[in-house]
């Protein structure tokens, strides 16, 4: 079987991966942050390979990809890579190389950066470009926020990296419930059923199946076959539309933006944390959502004033207390911020030390 060659799924990732990186698979002794966006890696061989980082849209035209692949042709022998965040990575063995590489990425408009203690670009989701149980966008939001964060981007002056992201929905194809700071959109409304097509149009029982709250059930209006939804059972996660068109879940007034901070991965300093909701709602502004680039900016930089160094801002949250995180970022806590989740017993804050 290990002969056999089909086109099923993706190729081996070693037939891509630059000669340099191949030689030394698994040889790799350390490696340096000079500056935002430039990493060192240094092999126990001797090799040396420079990564330069670009923030790119996740969204590309063809146009962009082939000037990538031009400059990799140029500096990088053709190789090239792209994050799992939307950077773009161009590899060098040759140093002479890294700061005209830098040179020209920044005189073609292209933001050198994302590398230790700087805001890596944020990964997000589908939006309204394609999904169709988005609440809100997800490239427009991320355009407003990053095109204010663009300087930081390039800079390494925050206490520890920050990892923002943004999913559309609560379905979360994003990384929001583990990321420093999560851009969320939440419906708050059910969904509208079309009674006149919703029979021509979906499959009643896979409606009725699809809500993880039982709350969809079968009936008959005027003669004709529909659904009837309880309101009060209804969690807004737009199962039920992804089954049945008819039952579109999008409300000018009822979808908007929840921000969560808090969340990580990493095992240092403290254990790997879920992020937590501090704004509940936040009303869709397109195109350039102020309030909702506003709250980031409060956020992120009352931390980068009042967090010590390698400190993540769930940790800094932590020490100083979540009471005082509301009083120094000036946001309002209402009793939506309150978990009460019945299954949410490991989250909660079960001591009665309060921090003020």
Request: charged share 20%.
């Amino acid at each position: 079987m290990a002969e056999v060659r089909t086109d099923f799924g993706p190729p081996n990732y070693k037939e891509m991966m630059p000669p340099v990186l191949l030689e030394n698979y698994g040889k790799w002794l350390y490696h340096e942050n000079p500056r935002a966006g430039v990493l060192k890696h240094v092999s126990e061989t001797g090799a040396v390979v420079w990564t330069v980082r670009i923030g790119s849209p996740r969204l590309l035209a063809i146009d962009t990809i082939r000037e990538f692949c031009d400059i990799a042709d140029r500096y990088c022998g053709g190789h090239l890579r792209f994050t799992s965040r939307h950077n773009v990575e161009f590899m060098l063995t040759d140093a002479s190389k890294v700061q005209p590489l830098i040179d020209e990425l920044k005189a073609k408009g292209w933001p050198v950066g994302g590398t230790g203690r700087a805001i890596s670009n944020i990964v997000h989701t589908q939006g309204w470009l394609h999904c169709h149980t988005a609440a809100i966008d997800a490239s427009g939001v991320v355009k407003a926020v990053m095109d204010e964060l663009y300087d930081d981007f390039e800079k390494m002056r925050f206490p520890a990296h920050v990892r923002i992201s943004l999913a559309c929905c609560l379905n979360m194809c994003g990384a929001v419930h583990c990321s420093d700071i999560a851009i969320l959109g939440v419906h708050r409304k059910p969904p509208m059923v079309d009674n006149e097509y919703l029979a021509n149009m979906c499959e009643i029982p896979l409606a009725v199946a699809s809500c993880p709250t039982g709350a969809i059930k079968a009936t008959t209006v005027d003669g004709k076959k529909s659904v009837v939804v309880n309101d009060e059972k209804c969690m807004y996660c737009g199962n039920c539309f992804t089954m049945c068109p008819s039952m579109p879940l999008a409300d000018a007034e009822g979808s908007g933006v929840a921000i969560l901070v808090g969340g990580k991965l990493s095992n240092r300093i403290s254990t790997p944390m879920f992020s937590k909701v501090v704004v509940p709602f936040l009303p869709n502004e397109p195109p350039r959502w102020p309030q909702t680039v506003e709250a980031v900016k409060k956020i992120l930089y009352t931390y980068v004033e009042d967090a010590r160094k390698y400190e993540r801002l769930g940790d800094w949250a932590a020490r100083i207390g979540w009471e005082r995180f509301f009083e120094k970022t000036g946001l309002p806590f209402t009793g939506h911020l309150i978990d009460d989740y019945r299954f949410a017993y490991t989250t909660w804050r079960t001591s009665t030390q309060f921090k003020f």
